[in-house]
């Protein structure tokens, strides 16, 4: 297929599909759509979930999805629009930057699995302002260069998932619009033998570890109770 849009309902991808161009979930306003991969499902322009509408994009263990395209993928990208990509398992990858809550409400939330973002690349929380983006690090590993927000509001949270770094000399955590809260699951970072730097500060019950060799420099205070 040159292009794949999901107008409403539900649909799972049982087998391997394959789109050359961009997938949109919920391109129109007033849609409502949840996609659910179950296979091997390979994007190669960007995948947009919410563009204009209400869309979920769940990746279950055994799945796959990989995004070939080195432009920016959006997490609720126009007004009055809100996206979700959930990863209860399998892997994610990412060959541009991830948008979360570009002129809307985005969140990505990790349960299980791996998502990688290319190096080079970031995760933008809360892309333009009075514009709201959430990463929930529940499970799983994010690996990535950078997780910062723009103009808008961006948090992460920790509840017993792993942020990897990919790259060194650069914050892997940067300009938050709040602390970064681990919860009762606790947290990871991992330099994975990089030189990276926490640019905002770490609150939070849960515990906080950090591993991987590497240097790890914070800018801020890490006065969480975990």
């Given amino acids: 297929c040159n292009q794949i849009n999901f107008h409403g309902g539900e649909c799972v991808i049982l087998g391997d599909i394959k ?10 306003s007033g849609e409502r759509a949840n996609v659910e991969v179950k296979g ?11 563009q204009n509408g209400d869309g979920m994009l769940k990746v279950e263990d055994g799945g ?10 959006y997490i609720g990208q126009n007004n009055n629009s809100k996206g979700g990509i959930v990863i209860n398992g399998g892997n994610a990858l990412f060959k541009g930057n991830i948008n979360v809550g ?11 699995g791996m998502v990688e973002v290319a190096a080079g690349k970031d995760v933008y929380v809360g892309f333009y302002s009075g514009k709201t983006g959430t990463v929930n690090l529940n499970g799983g590993v994010l690996k990535t260069k950078r997780i910062t927000k723009k103009e808008g509001n961006g948090y992460l949270n920790f509840n017993g998932g792993i942020l990897q770094a990919n790259e060194s000399n650069t914050y892997i955590i940067d300009d938050l619009s709040d602390m970064v809260q681990v919860q009762s699951g606790g947290g990871t970072i991992d330099a994975n033998g990089y030189s990276v730097k926490i640019g905002k500060s770490i609150t939070g019950e849960g515990a906080m570890r950090f591993k991987g060799g590497g240097t790890i420099t914070f800018s801020y205070n890490c006065n969480h109770n975990g």
């Fill in 19 to 28: 789109s050359a161009g961009t997938v949109r979930i919920c391109q129109n």
């Fill in 40 to 50: 091997a499902f390979s994007v190669g322009g960007v995948i947009t979930v919410g």
């Fill in 64 to 73: 796959s999805l990989s995004v070939l395209s080195t432009s920016d993928s």
């Fill in 102 to 112: 570009n002129s809307s409400t985005g969140e990505l939330t990790i349960n299980g």
